[in-house]
């Protein structure tokens, strides 16, 4: 099983870029199906991005399409999210996730993931 920690969160203006990093701990890395969640104050978490192990299959929730993009380096162990075009409603933490392939694999649900990183903050001011 990986250990997860996410890193590169700040604060930042609207229209500014970010790059978070999740670096995962564990010699299996290159299985998992990583994906990342925020939550903001007050509301559910939800779902931004996930990515299959060689990033062939992937998926972005409706408010960051276009915006950021998730990524992988199976050999560092670490996965990705770059956030151009920062809006003030991003300001969450973030999470990072991994879940083990299945012969039905849900990107989107937080119940199929079971390895959770402590999150990292992102604020963006307007």
């Known amino acids: 099983q990986v250990q997860l920690v996410e890193s590169g969160g700040g604060l930042v203006q609207a229209g500014d870029s970010l790059r978070l990093s999740c670096a995962a701990s564990g010699r299996t890395f290159s299985m998992y199906i990583m994906a990342w969640f925020r939550q903001a104050p007050g509301k559910e978490r939800e779902f931004v991005a996930a990515l299959n192990w060689d990033g062939l299959n992937w998926d972005y929730g409706d408010s960051v399409k276009g915006r950021f993009t998730i990524s992988r380096d199976n050999a560092k162990s670490t996965v990705y999210l770059q956030m151009n075009s920062l809006k003030p409603e991003d300001t969450a933490v973030y999470y990072c996730?991994?879940?083990?392939?299945?012969?039905?694999?849900?990107?989107?649900?937080?119940?199929?993931?079971?390895?959770w990183g402590q999150g990292t903050q992102v604020t963006v001011s307007s």
């Open positions: 996730a991994a879940q083990l392939p299945k012969s039905y694999n849900d990107f989107r649900a937080q119940s199929a993931y079971g390895t």
